[in-house]
């Protein structure tokens, strides 16, 4: 079992930065990849990042564009997902993911089994 707990979520004008943390607990964690999924009512969710165990590999969805940092610290059991330059259509909930299988690295949200709650990010214009 891995629990997960993420934070950093907020309010933030168009253009503004935030870096969400993503710890986890439980199983260990630093053998397993991490993803971040969004979530926005009415729509799938769908893949922002993830970053393997080893955190030499990581992967961004097109909507990006360079604007995002996916990084580990496995020392912390925290994985981070900066986020600058943001843009109204990034305001969702976002939440990061384990999947059960360790040395593994997906980027389908059906591959990923544990879950946090989420934390809320609004971009206003």
């Known amino acids: 079992q891995v629990q997960l707990v993420e934070s950093g979520g907020g309010l933030v004008q168009a253009g503004g930065s935030l870096r969400l943390s993503c710890v986890a607990s439980?199983?260990?964690?630093?053998?397993?990849?991490v993803g971040w999924f969004r979530q926005i009512p009415g729509k799938e969710r769908e893949f922002v990042s993830a970053?393997?165990?080893?955190?030499?590999?990581?992967n961004y969805a097109d909507f990006v564009e360079g604007r995002f940092t996916i990084s580990r610290d496995n020392a912390k059991n925290t994985v981070y997902l900066e986020m600058n330059n943001l843009k109204p259509e990034d305001t969702a909930i976002y939440l990061c993911?384990?999947?059960?299988?360790?040395?593994?690295?997906?980027?389908?949200?059906?591959?990923?089994?544990?879950w946090g709650q989420g934390t809320q990010v609004t971009v206003s214009a």
């Open positions: 993911a384990v999947p059960e299988k360790t040395f593994s690295y997906y980027l389908d949200s059906f591959r990923y089994t544990y």
């Open positions: 439980g199983r260990s964690f630093i053998n397993s990849a």
């Open positions: 970053i393997s165990w080893t955190g030499t590999t990581f």
